[in-house]
């Protein structure tokens, strides 16, 4: 009876052990991911303060926290409204 509380008593100790390693590891092996966005302004050439909006929109930097997945094309401008 004595051998089999030791032996249960070393399997506990080992199985607690063991898991706490393993928890270290997932977390050692975790990578940080960033967030990407990508920002894009359509406007009406006919809308109040076009010009300044877009003016502003493209001073906007891009938040540290993301990847910028920018394209060459961060404004549009439509002439007419669409039906």
Do not use: W
Request: with cysteine; glycine share 4%.
């Amino acid at each position: 009876m004595r051998n089999v509380r030791l032996l249960i008593t070393v399997l506990l100790v080992t199985f607690v052990f063991s898991e706490s390693g393993a928890q270290e590891t997932v977390q050692q092996d975790m990578k940080y991911r960033r967030s990407s966005i990508y920002s894009i302004l359509v406007s009406h050439s006919e809308q109040d303060f076009c010009d300044e909006i877009k003016e502003q929109f493209l001073a906007i930097p891009v938040p540290d926290k993301y990847n910028d997945h920018g394209l060459s094309i961060n404004a549009v401008v439509v002439d007419c409204k669409g039906k």
